[in-house]
């Protein structure tokens, strides 16, 4: 597992972005634009800049900013830190054969942890929360030589294009 983006999967934007995109609206609700020009100026659907000026009448530029989204952690946020650090420490560390964490290995870990209970399925909300993505390890064959393989990639395969460029 590796830090990641703060993009959710499903979504094109950042939870950032999107504010930033909601607050650059701000001047048009001002200069009184109609929501439908607003829409096509930004690129978005003329609901959601109803939406938002709806908000922003209502609130200001508060009503605009990011809020909290989804149900809160079962894990408080010293838990949080707590499985962000074991985590860290690697799959073999807690008795896992090989050091790589599946979601099954890290349901049961939490658990373990926290006495907290999730399906495989939600542990992956929970990884992205603590700035963990998904990873494959790469596979990589026990008899690899790296120093062939350097020499063959510096060497013998420059020869190799060079004679096929000359065919052609």
């Not at 008899?143 to 052609?168: C, Q």
Request: with cysteine; aromatic share 10%.
């Amino acid at each position: 597992m590796s830090r990641m983006s703060i993009h959710h999967p499903n979504r094109a934007l950042s939870q950032e972005e999107m504010e930033a995109r909601r607050l650059t609206a701000v001047p048009y609700f001002r200069r009184k634009w109609s929501e439908r020009r607003i829409a096509e100026k930004l690129g978005v659907s003329s609901p959601s800049i109803h939406a938002w000026k709806v908000a922003w009448k209502e609130r200001g530029e508060k009503g605009l900013h990011s809020g909290e989204y989804g149900p809160a952690s079962r894990l408080s946020k010293r838990d949080e830190r707590v499985v962000r650090r074991k985590i860290l420490k690697g799959a073999s560390v807690y008795g896992f054969s090989g050091d790589f964490w599946t979601l099954a290995r890290l349901t049961s870990a939490i658990k373990q942890w926290t006495g907290v209970e999730y399906e495989d399925r939600s542990v992956w909300h929970v990884l992205h929360r603590l700035g963990f993505s998904c990873q494959k390890p790469v596979k990589r064959a026990l008899e690899r030589d790296e120093k062939a393989i350097r020499t063959w990639l510096n060497e013998t395969w420059p020869t190799i294009k060079k004679r096929a460029s000359n065919m052609a």
